[in-house]
């Protein structure tokens, strides 16, 4: 059983994993939630130190995610190279949610 926990909770890890590929600025952003994933003090209020926080790390992860889509690493990305970062998103998905049912499966046999 503890190991079916560990496997399960690995599963969980690598579906967020795939997920932080579109984000990182926590689970409130994720949820659509922006102010309040700005909002790192949690004081209902959002400073200019804290947006400008929120937009720096937006762009961290825009640049890497430009990096990662441009396969040539010419400076640009070309409509190829966008359709194939989709398809790699789409494959690791499939792969984690494979693993996820079938993990599942075993758990309720």
């Known amino acids: 059983m503890n190991n079916a926990i560990v496997l399960i ?64 690493s010419d400076g640009y990305v070309t409509k190829e190279e966008a359709k194939a970062m989709r398809k790699t998103i789409r494959e690791r998905m499939k792969k984690v949610g494979k693993a996820f049912r079938k993990t599942m499966k075993e758990l309720k046999d």
């Open 9 to 72: 909770l690995t599963l969980l890890l690598s579906v967020m994993a795939v997920a932080d590929h579109h984000k990182d600025v926590g689970r409130d952003r994720l949820r659509g939630d922006l102010f309040a994933a700005a909002d790192a003090d949690k004081d209902g209020k959002v400073s200019f130190d804290e947006h400008e926080a929120m937009i720096a790390e937006m762009a961290v992860k825009g640049r890497e995610r430009f990096n990662e889509m441009d396969a040539d």
